[in-house]
């Protein structure tokens, strides 16, 4: 497997500012070993011709899994991760070749606004309780907000490059929020946003004691001799619902319709993030389960179901069950 790719942007310093601390961090993002992840960094002009370099390089060959534009601003008080980019100049300033449009479109006849194509999911787990990032919805009208919106653009029209995520930050003074510190959140941003992310579906089976079905993994696959709900992997053009309905079929030689997300799970391996999606399945007769990837299966009630080995992600939604009790089987939309 190849190694992700990252550029990481930066501006140098512009108007009347004696640096620009988006430089500052590029130069130090560039010293980071960042072990299989392969990092490329350009400084930007901050003018017309730099607003659509990343565009442009994409354009004609050049391919990321992931763009991080970072702009200094003066007037945030913590990092922002900008959710929009908007088809807008709002100039209140000259650029540094003396250019300053007040009003009109970044490109005519586009859309209105991009949202941030990353995995909003993931930053925020990352970053939950962290003061000193949030979310901005207004990322100004100057040449951040342009080169942002010129690199969603590009993405979003070429086809062949639509997998490549972008986000723009916007980082405060140094003053406001110390240097190295700032280089530790890039570098966390960084190293969340290439980790797997895998959206996983597990079916909640009941027999008619109202039981629930666990299964065992056998010898020879990760994580052999956990327990799990028997389900798997959300594929590219999958809902969970399609999903979890083929891997029954695949592991129990099964058919059913699962009628309802019963609980959400947000799990981090450290190789990888995982959401697993538990789906009601209703109760099923035992002698319609065939094994066909599990060595073994064991019917639990409530007393028992810290009685087998769960799988990490699984283990949450089994002991808040054991609170709160296991859902009913009858529980639809």
């Not at 990092?39 to 565009?55: P, Q």
């Not at 342009?146 to 986000?167: G, M, R, S």
């Not at 056998?218 to 619902?241: A, I």
């Not at 094994?291 to 949450?316: S, T």
Request: hydrophobic residues 35%; contains cysteine.
């Amino acid at each position: 497997m190849k190694n992700p790719r990252v550029l990481v942007t930066g501006y140098p310093k512009f108007l009347d500012y004696d640096l620009n601390v988006s430089e500052m961090i590029l130069s130090s993002i560039k010293e980071i070993d960042f072990v299989n992840i392969d990092i490329s960094t350009k400084l930007l002009t901050v003018d017309e011709e730099g607003s659509g370099l990343v565009a442009n390089s994409i354009n004609h060959g050049d391919f990321f899994d992931i763009v991080i534009h970072l702009g200094f601003s003066s007037k945030t008080k913590k990092i922002q991760f900008e959710k929009y980019a908007y088809n807008e100049y709002m100039m209140n300033h000259n650029d540094n070749s003396g250019r300053c449009i007040s009003n009109g479109e970044i490109i005519p006849g586009k859309i209105g606004r991009y949202q941030t194509n990353v995995n909003e999911i993931v930053i925020n787990k990352e970053f939950k309780g962290d003061k000193r990032i949030g979310w901005s919805t207004n990322p100004g009208r100057f040449v951040c907000n342009e080169t942002y919106f010129k690199t969603l653009n590009l993405i979003d029209d070429n086809k062949l490059n639509n997998n490549i995520k972008a986000i723009f930050v916007h980082l405060p003074s140094e003053e406001i929020l110390d240097i190295n510190e700032q280089i530790e959140i890039i570098e966390r941003l960084i190293r969340c946003l290439t980790k797997p992310y895998l959206e996983v579906v597990g079916g909640l089976i009941f027999d008619k004691y109202h039981r629930i079905l666990s299964c065992r993994r056998p010898e020879g696959k990760s994580w052999s001799s956990w327990w799990e709900f028997p389900g798997g992997k959300v594929e590219t053009g999958e809902n969970p619902y399609i999903a979890l309905s083929r891997e029954l079929k695949e592991e129990l030689s099964i058919n059913l319709t699962p009628s309802k997300i019963i609980v959400e799970q947000f799990f981090d391996y450290g190789d990888k993030y995982v959401k697993l999606m538990i789906l009601n399945c209703g109760i099923i007769e035992e002698h319609k389960i065939k094994l066909l990837e599990h060595d073994e299966i064991r019917w639990l009630n409530k007393n028992q179901l810290l009685d087998v080995n769960w799988l990490p992600a699984d283990l949450p939604i089994i002991e808040k069950w054991l609170i709160d009790g296991i859902p009913s089987p009858h529980q639809d939309k």
